[in-house]
């Protein structure tokens, strides 16, 4: 399965729920810069997108400073392993480029998602006084202050949600999709079906039954629900769904004129730097992240309390994998973050705190 598909049914599962709370905007957002990583900028925009508000059009509100604090900082960590990947060559290999080729259409979708939260999304200081002022006649408890939040959020999200629907009918509309319902019920029957047979098509492209059925083993994984899922209709036509809607909305973000644009620009920019960040810390764990034999048996040894059920100790054998696995992951996280402080070390970093503080 493409990676590209993954990507579009990962995308559609996420982009579209707003996190966070955006406080009040009017027709302009500031969008000053909040920090500069060796000259490379970090705007408002998108601090509060990291926040959780789509598009960053609209200062977050009731989020502690400690927490922009810490979104500001992975911001900059992927500033600077992103600057460190390109120093390394990483953007002139073969990964770097079929990754980028294989994002296209999520850049798409993104980049018209972003374009028409900004222009339908912002919520004005009227909306949100009379919003607010119809929650604490319906519930005297709130506060002043806990009203206009809950009421930003309500707002916000309700002009979100209705760019999502409003975007995915409209792709639908200009390019509809099509499901073959025959062949999602012989694969639920458990009957053979060849990797390539088309199982679904918009706009002029296609999903494949190799394409699907790694994605449900994908789930499978995730879930712990076993190959059964391959096979169950309902999960089927939902990762299906996912992946045409995907293809609808890239052709329509198409024909919107989204090509060419500054939304498209940046979009592709972020997805460049994700795709960076990626390829050098699946180089570094790659070179320092083993785990042997050795380093195993030594933390059991020395942690036999881990591994004591009802009085008696569990058999290494029985942990020996799991164990590997959990001190893997700690090995990693040690090991990207001492290369991140040594980065760090080096580089001329900058924060405007005055504009952090006012995301």
């Known amino acids: ?38 000259g490379d900028v970090i705007k408002a925009t998108e601090l509060r997108e990291f926040l959780g508000v789509p598009g960053g059009v609209s200062p977050v509100a009731g989020v502690p400073a400690q927490r922009k604090q810490e979104a500001l900082d992975r911001l900059i960590t992927g500033r600077l392993l992103a600057q460190e990947a390109r120093a390394q060559g990483l953007d002139n290999t073969d990964a770097f480029r079929t990754a980028i080729e294989e994002s296209g259409k999520s850049a798409l979708i993104t980049a018209i998602y972003r374009k028409e939260v900004d222009a339908k999304g912002r919520v004005s200081q009227d909306e949100v006084r009379a919003e607010a002022k119809k929650m604490k ?10 009203a206009e939040i809950r009421a930003q959020r309500s707002l916000y ?47 002029g492209d296609s999903v494949t039954y190799a394409d699907v059925n790694a994605q449900l083993q994908r789930m499978a994984g995730m879930g712990g629900e076993g190959k059964e899922i391959a096979r169950n209709p309902a999960a089927i036509k939902s990762v299906l769904t996912r992946a045409v809607t995907g293809m609808s909305l890239a052709a329509h973000a198409k024909k919107q004129g989204i090509e060419g644009s500054e939304w498209l620009k940046t979009t592709r920019e972020d997805i460049e730097r994700s795709i960076l960040v990626d390829l050098l810390a699946a180089k570094i764990l790659n070179e320092e992240a083993a785990v042997d034999d050795k380093e195993v048996e030594a933390y059991y040894k020395e942690h036999p309390e881990m591994f004591a059920r009802h009085g008696k100790s569990v058999p290494l054998a029985k942990v020996k994998e799991q164990l590997r696995g959990f001190l ?16 760090k070390k080096k580089a001329k970093i900058t924060v405007n705190e005055k504009a952090l503080a006012a995301v």
């Open 328 to 343: 893997r992951n700690e090995k990693r996280k040690s090991v990207m973050n001492a290369y991140i402080e040594e980065l």
């Open 157 to 203: 999200e309700g002009k979100v949600r209705k760019v999502q629907d409003d975007l995915i009918a409209a792709a639908r509309k200009e390019f509809p999709a099509t499901i073959d319902e025959k062949m999602v019920e012989t694969i639920a029957r458990g009957e053979a079906v060849p990797d390539n047979a088309v199982l679904a098509t918009a706009a």
């Open 137 to 146: 006649a319906a519930d005297n408890t709130l506060t002043d202050a806990n």
């Open 1 to 38: 399965m493409s990676r590209s598909f993954v990507r579009i049914v990962l995308f559609l599962a996420v982009a579209f729920v707003a996190f966070g709370g955006p406080g009040c905007s009017e027709s302009q957002t500031k969008n000053e810069t909040v920090a500069e990583v060796n």
